[in-house]
């Protein structure tokens, strides 16, 4: 029927049946019956149950109501769909809910009077509705409490809009609202907000302070256009350049749920992400503080980056149109990103593989070998990304040569055959040294040290009865002081007099924004220095080096405590743990000949742990300071508030370092946190149930997975497997050792 009126109008008015409705002329006249049921006829309705015919302008009831039906159509769809501009399904009469409605649990409603509502309109009138229930909050709590970012909502807006500027919180909101959506000013990610300006500064202390350790990254480019590229690298730099972000110290703690959640869905695309592998491989180098392995996503992400990266055809960069369902054409500049960019994937997962103990899923072919850099100019790297390359290349060989035994239950290399595979290591690595200028910058220098450590924590795997048994153990020792005093003497150059800016100018930048890699292995030197001071040292007879041994050794706690970004993190459960391991093998000297010793002091040089590659002697040592721990009943979270003084020798005498018991430098080892109450679980958006560690502050994910670190810091299983296999050790004396048999 209605069809059939509009097409008659359209027909009368234009004069010829056009494609598009015309309005009548007020002179015209109303067009006759009879055109009108010709005009129904050409329309093809006239048969049809809604046609129009004479009782519509006849005057009747019939027509009356025709005509009332014209002007005021029924509605057809409900209140809800119509907001979305969505097909409804609802029946009015008898009236049934429309399927979507149903779906969705939402109220079903046809009214006459709806009319849609902007989404900007509501959104800012939400934002308004927030902010002055945020108020009515604030004026009832501590003034503390809304000070700095520290409500992640439109109040955050509001305060950090100065009153100078606005004159009030109610005249910052007005000018919010007044800006496209309110937050204009501001980057969003779930509830947190971030002022522009606070974004530059995170931005700035990434690039000056974090982004040397892995140097990748266009430092030119603005942060608005790395949000225009892509929102999820974006936040992960940002969330890097937080870790120790002094104006709003909690930032760092309340981006990790939404980032992390963010990456997720990202994942969850299956899209083309070239972005978000450069994003993973922040996230895999600075990774979010955790008190627990177990909330730790490193190695999945590690796994993921990798792959993603293949997918989308980053090994073959300049085959990129075979990964791709769109036309690519590169330029130049393009290329030499994604040859870049493959290769910053290889140097982060063979770090993550070295640091946790596991094989590497790298992939060092025809693209990152010298022959592409001879055979084009664009497979050519920069300098610091083609020394890490190479040194991480030595890492891979060392780990597939030493850890790789397929005759071998734990992948060991066979007694017999170690000693040659090491003498032929060192020698390439004596070659990669000559390979890398002498003018490399003090972070390249770490990396080759921990190297040549990964190399030499071999030693431990070794029987006393080789031959060569001492001659390792010193080389061991000797790498390890190396890298430890390259790591140290790292740190004191860039805390020096030098300005910041002469300072990384100079390639120093402070050790605190080191990477978690070299956490780790400075982790593994601290306890192999623990082991060599306690037992080699003293056997030789080097009182010397065991003087120097015990002063490289209070610093390195010092360090490792200080590259901790949060209270009870990984970084300063694990260094506690060393502190006192430390103490313990002290206290067991001065008290020789009366007691035996702890057994986490155990004297002897072989290992329980031996699937860990070159950082089994970190879960090892840890193991064996759990087991006695677990006996005397000692609460790990009971010395974190105390730490261990390392020069102490009695338990009565665990004390806070400070500056005053060693000169490395005037910062105070650990910083206190705020700790935000109430905060929601960290929620990944694939099953993955949070829960919000009040106690700490911190935002955890539990992923349900074996915790390769938790069950030796919070007792959860015992050891991992038997020692009934394990001959080497029987044949030591160590079946016995902290209470296993």
């Not at 015309?22 to 129904?40: A, D, F, G, H, Y």
């Not at 902007?118 to 108020?135: C, D, P, T, Y």
């Amino acid at each position: 029927m209605r069809v059939a009126a509009v097409a008659g109008a359209g027909s009368g008015a234009g004069g010829g049946g056009s494609g598009h409705t015309s309005r009548p002329s007020v002179n015209s006249r109303p067009p006759t019956t009879e055109s009108r049921k010709r005009n129904s006829l050409i329309a093809g309705l006239d048969n049809s149950p809604g046609s129009v015919d004479s009782a519509e302008f006849d005057g009747t009831e019939n027509g009356q109501q025709q005509e009332e039906e014209r002007r005021h159509p029924i509605k057809r769809a409900c209140n809800e769909c119509r907001q979305q501009k969505l097909r409804c399904d609802v029946v009015q009469d008898p009236f049934t809910i429309c399927s979507r409605c149903r779906r969705l649990n939402l109220s079903c409603k046809v009214q006459e009077n709806f009319k849609r509502v902007g989404k900007r309109s509501r959104n800012a009138e939400m934002e308004m509705e927030i902010v002055k229930l945020r108020k009515q909050l604030a004026e009832q709590a501590t003034p503390t409490t809304i000070n700095g970012l520290t409500t992640p909502n439109a109040t955050q807006a509001a305060t950090y809009a100065s009153e100078d500027q606005y004159g009030s919180n109610e005249a910052a909101v007005e000018g919010l609202m007044v800006l496209s959506g309110g937050l204009n000013n501001f980057r969003r990610i779930e509830d947190v907000l971030v002022p522009q300006d606070c974004v530059a500064e995170l931005f700035h202390a990434f690039f000056s302070l974090y982004h040397p350790f892995l140097p990748f990254l266009a430092s030119e480019m603005a942060p608005e256009e790395y949000f225009e590229y892509c929102p999820a690298l974006f936040w992960a730099i940002a969330s890097v350049g937080a870790r120790r972000y002094q104006v709003e110290p909690t930032l760092l703690n309340r981006l990790s749920g939404p980032i992390t959640r963010l990456v997720w869905s990202a994942l969850a695309d299956m899209k083309q992400m070239y972005g978000v592998v450069k994003a993973l491989c922040l996230l895999c180098t600075w990774p979010f503080p955790t008190s627990s392995t177990s909330s730790d996503p490193t190695f999945i992400f590690c796994g993921v980056m990798m792959q993603i990266a293949m997918q989308i055809g980053l090994h073959r960069p300049s085959h990129a149109q075979d990964f791709s369902k769109f036309r690519m054409e590169l330029q130049e500049d393009e290329l030499k990103d994604r040859v870049r960019t493959w290769a910053i994937c290889n140097i982060v997962a063979q770090r993550v593989a070295t640091g946790y103990g596991q094989p590497a899923n790298t992939l060092y072919d025809w693209t990152l070998s010298s022959k592409a850099a001879n055979t084009d100019s664009n497979f050519t790297l920069p300098s610091p990304v083609g020394d890490h390359l190479r040194i991480e290349r030595f890492a891979q060989k060392v780990s597939s040569t030493l850890y790789s035994n397929r005759q071998n239950p734990v992948g060991l290399a066979s007694d017999s055959e170690r000693q040659a595979y090491v003498n032929l290591l060192a020698s390439d690595f004596a070659d990669l040294e000559e390979e890398i200028p002498d003018g490399s910058s003090a972070v390249t220098l770490m990396y080759l040290r921990a190297a040549h450590l990964h190399l030499r924590l071999s030693a431990f795997f070794s029987p006393p009865t080789m031959t060569s048994y001492r001659t390792d153990l010193m080389r061991l020792y000797s790498a390890t002081t190396s890298f430890l005093e390259t790591c140290l003497g790292h740190e004191q150059s860039a805390s020096s007099g030098f300005s910041h800016e002469a300072s990384v100018s100079a390639g120093f930048v402070s050790l605190i924004y080191g990477t978690n890699y070299i956490f780790q292995m400075m982790l593994a030197a601290g306890f192999a220095l623990l082991k060599l001071h306690n037992n080699f040292l003293q056997q030789v007879g080097l009182d010397s080096d065991q003087e120097k041994a015990r002063d490289l050794f209070s610093k390195t706690i010092w360090a490792l405590r200080s590259m901790s970004v949060q209270e009870n993190d990984l970084a300063q459960r694990l260094a506690e743990v060393l502190a006192q391991v430390w103490r313990g093998s002290r206290a067991a000297a001065e008290k020789k000949g009366i007691q035996a010793a702890p057994a986490y002091v155990e004297n002897s040089m072989q290992l329980k742990v031996r699937c860990r590659m070159s950082v089994s002697l970190v879960y090892d040592s840890v193991w064996r300071w759990r087991e006695e721990a677990s006996r005397k009943g000692i609460c790990l979270e009971s010395y974190l508030k105390h730490p261990t003084d390392p020069s102490a020798i009695t338990d009565s005498s665990a004390s806070s370092v400070t500056a005053g018991t060693n000169n490395f430098t005037s910062d105070p080892p650990l910083r206190p946190l705020s700790v935000v109450p109430g905060m929601p679980g960290m929620a990944t958006g694939l099953g993955f149930p949070g829960n919000g560690n009040l106690a700490t502050g911190y935002v955890e994910a539990n992923y349900e997975v074996f915790d390769p670190l938790n069950w030796v810091l919070d007792g959860l299983v015992d050891f991992p497997y038997g020692l009934a296999g394990m001959t080497d050790m029987d044949q030591f004396g160590m079946g016995g050792v902290g209470g296993i048999s």
